[in-house]
């Protein structure tokens, strides 16, 4: 620079200046906003077309920082990875040295496309690190050698290119501003491996964390953190919101969300007092409660809520999760009702041997009573003792039919017998007399019993298994058949058993029209524990035990749905298949229907299908009272749409057509006076259904067999209470 002209020197020292300047100024020269600056800088003393930065990648590749500038053409800077070309690399790279091109027309790939965006010819400058000991801006030492003690190796190169050809560049002026490039591009190189190396540890923090998030989100619980100032959702993994149905954010923007989100108050309490003790710091014991879920039937969960507490221990935060334990608590469940059946079955064999014994001491008294009726000293005219004589059998008859029904019960609840135990003649046809005897109850107000026994022979089976299973068989029949809304829809609607047999084989057929088996579900149904049902309906376990119960006496038992002919497809056919054992004796003929006892008062309205039990409620409650009756519950509506008008309704549960709860519940609708005066009758055990309709109405109830005193006593309760609710409210 010594030798140069003093205009000269002066110029090269103001452009060394301006370049030294940016240098000094900024960290790293490889941001847009610095680049654009040291463009500037080199534009003013060597204008150019393309300005590049170029530093050397594995495999021949330049990673280039560029930005063109002109008279009419300016863009703002760019990196881009580009092949090098050889010649290029080899000279300013390998040997340290200055590389011109002077026409790129002529050039590899990379020139031609130099030339298509206007740069004609460059010169690429070779740019070496900061020597040992270099300030910031300090320029490198000026050397031609690839190397020097003095100099580090070639980092980068300066890249001029220009829209005509570069013999006019000023060559000398470039190499000493690459030369005080070197400390700077030095500096931005480390800055730049230092930002690559905090990204990378960033990055690899959001990987962390997003496995954390998939592992939080994927885990079949429901896993929560609540503030521990306000108690109030600050985190909800992704499984709450499939578990529950409601969104993520949506759940954390709704105030008590989780507290909400407890179906019941105990579950309520229960989650209310484990947060209490885990802002406290206390842990607590875990909890099982049901959760709402949006469009669908509550879960169970198990709760654990406790404190998350600092080295000072303060409480941080609280966090818990919620495990769905809905099968386990289904399977629990059932397990109980196992349990409870089998009590119920130790219990019902001790009580038919209690009822035995006054039913044998009432059919003695009757016929004492017919024998003094006869004697020579009792004086009767012709239509009184017809009339004594008739009411004398019936009672006789129904006092036979409980103590026949007390039998079946004590003989299905007799406990299953050890494999290889003695078995004995069964005849098929009074069993499945004995068992629709049992669950006629069940069937009538859902649909007709059709029966077609034929005359079959014997099979060995142990004491009671066989009724234990068509039992199971009807029962399943009745609630597969939606509750009908008239006696219309009901005669629609059957249950059929048939017996048959071939000599060899004897197959008891129970056929219903109900809703059937949905296809997926056909082979699983003989599985343990497997229903469709609610828990407090069933308990998956009939069907399995009954075909253990056939098996194990050497037949089999199958299933068919839809019902093959049935119009229109559906229902379920259930075939018994046994070996028969050999002839036996004419089958026991059917038992009469079983006459019931019923009571009334005032203007009292008796809704009664049994004809016989209708009559003698009328006998009796009509010596205090004005007594209707109805055979139907269809017939009491049209008695009440004809403008008949009652005090009380005593009125039976279970009944062909419409059931007494339906008629309950249309009456209310209309009449909801009138509903307050309903006192409901039933002789049959009633299920959960029945158990919840009674708890909500608030009805009162008389179980069959009750007397005329207990009838016209809660119709008196019934009449008393409502004047004086009439009276109250200034009716």
């Known amino acids: 620079m010594l030798d140069a002209p003093a205009s000269e020197r002066s110029r090269r020292l103001v452009a060394l200046n301006a370049v030294l300047t940016v240098v000094a100024r900024h960290s790293n020269l490889l941001l847009p906003r610095p680049f654009e600056e040291l463009a500037g800088a080199v534009c003013r003393f060597a204008p150019f077309h393309l300005l590049a930065v170029v530093f050397p990648e594995p495999e021949g590749e330049l990673l280039a920082y560029a930005t063109f500038r002109g008279e009419t053409l300016s863009a703002a800077p760019f990196a881009a990875r580009l092949p090098a070309p050889a010649a290029l690399f080899r000279r300013v790279f390998g040997e340290g040295k200055t590389f011109s091109c002077e026409s790129t027309r002529a050039g590899d790939a990379l020139d031609k496309m130099g030339a298509a965006e206007g740069c004609l010819s460059y010169v690429a400058l070779p740019v070496r690190s900061a020597p040992p000991g270099a300030e910031p801006g300090q320029p490198a030492a000026r050397s031609s050698a690839p190397a020097s003690a003095g100099a580090g190796p070639v980092i980068a190169a300066l890249v001029l290119g220009y829209a005509e050809a570069a013999a006019a560049a000023p060559v000398a002026l470039l190499e000493e501003l690459a030369e005080a490039l070197g400390a700077g591009l030095d500096r931005s190189l480390r800055v730049v491996a230092g930002e690559r190396e905090a990204a990378e540890r960033l990055l690899r923090i959001r990987e962390l964390e997003e496995q954390h998030r998939n592992l939080l989100d994927n885990a079949p619980l429901i896993i929560f953190r609540l503030d521990p100032e306000s108690g109030e959702l600050s985190f909800l993994n992704r499984h709450a919101e499939r578990l529950l149905g409601v969104p993520v954010a949506e759940a954390l923007r709704t105030p008590g969300f989780l507290a909400e989100a407890h179906a019941d108050p105990e579950g309520v309490m229960c989650f209310e007092d484990a947060v209490a003790r885990a802002k406290l710091g206390a842990p607590s014991a875990s909890y099982e409660a049901r959760l709402r879920r949006r469009g669908g039937d509550a879960i169970t969960a198990r709760g654990t809520v406790y404190p998350l507490v600092s080295d000072r221990g303060r409480v941080v935060a609280i966090e818990g999760v919620l495990a769905d334990v809905s099968t386990e608590h289904a399977a629990r469940t059932r397990l109980i009702q196992v349990d409870r059946l089998s009590t119920l079955g130790t219990l019902a064999a001790g009580v038919a041997h209690e009822i035995n014994n006054p039913a044998a001491f009432i059919l003695l008294g009757l016929d004492m009573l017919d024998r003094l009726l006869r004697g020579p000293n009792v004086r009767m005219e012709g239509a009184a003792a017809s009339s004594a004589s008739e009411l004398l059998q019936e009672l006789r008859d129904s006092i036979k039919r409980i103590v026949d029904i007390v039998r079946d019960l004590k003989l299905f609840a007799s406990p299953p017998q050890p494999e290889g135990s003695r078995r004995t003649l069964t005849d098929a046809n009074r069993t499945v007399e004995s068992a629709l005897s049992l669950t006629r109850g069940q069937i009538i107000e859902r649909a007709q019993i059709v029966k077609s026994l034929s005359e079959v022979p014997p099979v060995l089976m142990e004491d009671g298994r066989l009724g234990q299973v068509i039992v199971n068989l009807l029962v399943n029949a009745a609630q597969a058949i939606p509750k009908p809304s008239s006696k219309l829809e009901a005669r629609e609607q059957t249950v059929t058993v048939e017996t048959r047999s071939d000599g060899q084989t004897v197959e008891i057929v129970v056929t219903d029209t109900g809703a059937g088996i949905a296809e997926e579900n056909l082979p699983r149904i003989w599985a343990p524990f497997f229903t469709t049902k609610g828990p407090e309906v069933g308990t998956g376990l009939g069907l399995s035990i009954s075909r253990e119960i056939i098996e194990r006496a050497g037949g089999q038992i199958a299933a068919e749905s839809p019902v093959p002919g049935a119009d229109p497809p559906g229902g379920a056919r259930f075939i018994i298949s046994l070996p028969a054992a050999g002839r036996t004796e004419e089958a026991t003929p059917s038992v009469s229907p079983v006459p019931r006892l019923v009571s009334k008062r005032a203007r009292v309205l008796v809704v009664e299908d049994e004809a016989s039990l209708a009559r003698a409620l009328s006998e009796q409650l009509g010596r205090v009272h004005q007594v209707s009756l109805a055979p139907s519950a269809d017939a009491a ?95």
């Open 637 to 731: 509506m049209g008695m009440l749409a004809g403008g008949q008008r009652f005090d009380v309704v005593l009125c039976d549960l279970r009944m062909p057509g419409m059931s007494g709860d339906v008629f309950y519940t249309r009456v209310r609708e209309s009449d909801p006076a009138l509903a307050q005066g309903f006192i409901f009758m039933t002789g049959v055990g009633f299920g959960a259904d029945f158990e919840r309709f009674l708890a909500s109405s608030g009805r009162p109830l008389l179980e069959k067999p009750f007397s005329a005193e207990d009838a016209l006593s809660a119709i008196a309760e019934v009449v008393s209470a409502n004047s004086a609710s009439a009276r109250g409210s200034g009716a």
